[in-house]
């Protein structure tokens, strides 16, 4: 085999065209699997020498090669080349120079095909393990907000108008529970990683005695159960493509509250100037670009889930090359999520809220509701009762005030059940202690959902063992 010659090209009397190499080439983007691709090397190495396959002196010999391609690798030393095509290629490339041509025996039993699916699956495996611990360092961050502003209320909103009053703490821990569901997600995601395709060559398995349980244990994962299934298997990385899509588009959300929360029509947060930016024309400008971006990345990850579903609709079993494409939409998605991981807690422990804005935004109207539960709870048909308030309402817009400072013969005409109403009802604060629902916003409720939220992260954080 020459230097220019690929793997492959025995059966070809000629090198591939230029443009072609530059089309077929994932190295530009493949080679962050390298260290994967090393330690499912390492793995294969040592299992030909158990197995017999090659002796155990050239299995130390392909291991410490290999060992020193991965110091080179994580070090910044490695030397790339488009002529290498992908990693696996460079990687044995620079194995033959180190260890001479004991490296050309590394392929016997496996296939780039049960190689690259390898890699792929050691990269989900520590991708989702890794963006688990950012999810759980902005779970963190919501219960400590929440904690610090447990008495502050807001208005709660359906249809983006103001619906009735709710606890900013009982606010946040609704994120905190939609990143629950997010971080359960990605332990799947990790899980369905967690197989060793060792063992499946190009498809249909390979005569040498290759033991997969062995390499798949070397790993710390599971051995592959069908060799057409293992290679052409990309489930694990739509799992976790899945995942990053449903947690940007909460991510998303929440973006577009912040985003109206800093405005000066709402004026509910302050964002530090740290995790903020100006206009170049505009010198009064505060903007929240990190929300902003929150925002807009979701459809980003989306695409990136859609664009490997639509590569995967239309492929046989086995290996296409269709499925190069996996890995830039994939790497694109995790960076993505990771990226905005990394400055979500702290952007919410420094925001700043302003009380009394959120508290007169809680009044009034949004206050309606509990006229009409107290009737209902009276013995009135709660239809009857939402009619009454109604016109309450009606009748409060007629005169340009408030609910609250509605005069009791005005509530009485409506209804005279009204006559025994506590007009603490009518606040803010007496709304949310009114509430005796489980996982209501009321104080007591609050505090028993920030417990469970404390419970559960220190339980989930606390080191497993080994």
């Known amino acids: 085999m020459t230097e220019r010659e690929p793997l492959w090209g025995g059966r070809f009397g000629a090198s591939p065209a230029e443009a072609f190499e530059r089309l077929n080439a994932s190295i530009p983007f493949d080679i962050r699997l390298a260290p994967y691709d090393i330690r499912g090397s390492i793995a294969h190495a040592r299992m030909l020498g158990e197995t017999g396959i090659v002796t155990q002196e050239e299995s130390r010999e392909l291991v410490h090669g290999l060992e020193t391609v991965l110091a080179e690798v994580e070090a910044g030393e490695f ?22 041509d004991v490296a050309l025996k590394l392929h016997t039993g496996r296939s780039r095909n049960d190689q690259v699916a390898l890699d792929l699956h050691l990269f989900c495996r520590d991708a989702a393990k890794e963006i688990r611990e950012g999810l759980l360092a ?13 008495d502050v209320i807001l208005p709660g909103y359906t249809h983006l108008q103001r619906a009735q009053p709710i606890l900013l703490a009982h606010h946040f821990l609704a994120h905190f529970g939609a990143f629950r569901r997010d971080l359960r997600r990605f332990e799947a995601a990790g899980e369905a990683a967690n ?58 959300k929440m973006g577009e509250e912040w985003v109206l929360w800093t405005s000066s029509e709402f004026g509910f947060a302050v964002l530090d100037d740290a995790y903020s930016s100006g206009s170049s024309i505009m010198p ?3 903007n929240p670009d990190a929300f902003e971006l929150m925002r807009g990345k979701a459809g980003r990850l989306i695409g990136n889930l859609n664009s490997l579903l639509i590569t995967m609709k239309g492929l046989p079993p086995g290996y296409s090359k269709d499925l190069q494409e996996d890995k830039e939409p994939l790497f694109d998605a995790v960076d993505t999520v990771l990226a905005m991981l990394a400055v979500l807690p702290e952007m919410l422990r420094t925001a700043r809220f302003d009380e009394g804005r959120m508290s007169d ?49 005005e509530l009485v005409a409506v209804h005279p059940a009204l006559s025994e109403l506590p007009r603490e009802l009518l606040t803010p604060d007496g709304s949310v202690a009114n509430k005796r629902s489980a996982g209501s916003t009321s104080p007591a409720s609050v505090a028993a959902q920030l417990e469970r939220a404390r419970e559960f992260l220190d339980h989930t954080e606390r080191p497993s063992a080994g």
């Open 79 to 100: 030397s790339w080349t488009l002529a290498d095509e992908d990693v696996h290629t460079a990687v044995e490339r620079r194995l033959k120079e180190l260890a001479g």
């Open 138 to 150: 902005a779970m963190r961050a919501f219960v400590d907000v929440a904690e610090e502003n447990r």
């Open 195 to 252: 197989v060793s395709p060792l063992g499946a060559a190009a498809l249909g398995g390979t005569p040498h005695p290759v033991d997969p349980a062995l390499t798949a244990a070397d790993l710390g994962m599971e051995p592959l159960a069908n060799s057409l299934d293992a290679v052409s298997d990309r489930d694990f990385a739509l799992d976790l493509m899945y995942a990053c899509a449903v947690l940007g588009v909460h991510l998303s």
């Open 284 to 286: 009064q400008k505060k």
């Open 361 to 409: 935004a809680a009044g009034g109207f949004a206050l309606a509701t509990e006229l009409a539960d107290f009737l209902a709870m009276g013995g009135i048909p709660f239809r009857e009762a939402h009619h009454a308030v109604g016109r309450l309402v009606k009748r409060c817009e007629e005169l340009g005030i408030t609910l609250e400072e509605l005069p009791e013969d």
